[in-house]
């Protein structure tokens, strides 16, 4: 069995890719809303954090009740018990990557976390 996975992600208005990419210790979605649009519900989670990525064009969050702007290159961090909903801009379309983890999870990252060795 490869230590990898690859998957490619069509143009479509959500790919979630814990199964495509076999995914254990995340969920992450890519995202993309008409202009105009917003995500149908408000929603919340009982122990995971939820990390946005803007990666095209501009819209908003509504998160417990507050207006948050949003452009291509913001990033976001949303805490479980918030009450969140995505919209695009009236005039743009908005395409974001959504990372999805249990919040206080992380034990090590990037160099705490490698193991250096040889090709």
């Keep these: 069995m490869k ?3 690859k998957a490619s992600v069509p143009q479509g208005a959500r790919t ?6 076999g995914l254990t210790g995340a969920e992450i979605s890519v995202n993309r809303l008409p202009a105009g649009a917003g995500v149908p519900f408000v929603h919340a989670h009982k122990q995971n954090e939820e990390i946005y990525g803007i990666l095209e064009g501009a819209g908003k969050a509504v998160i417990d009740g507050e207006m948050v702007p ?6 976001l961090r949303v805490a479980p018990a918030a009450k969140r909903q995505f919209f695009a801009g009236e005039h743009s379309v908005m395409s974001f990557i ?9 034990e090590g990252y990037t160099a705490d976390d490698a193991v250096v060795g040889e090709g």
């Design 70 to 75: 949003l452009a291509a290159g913001d990033w």
């Design 3 to 5: 230590n990898y996975q």
């Design 16 to 21: 979630e890719l814990h199964d495509a990419l």
């Design 98 to 106: 959504c990372i999805q983890v249990k919040v206080n999870s992380l």
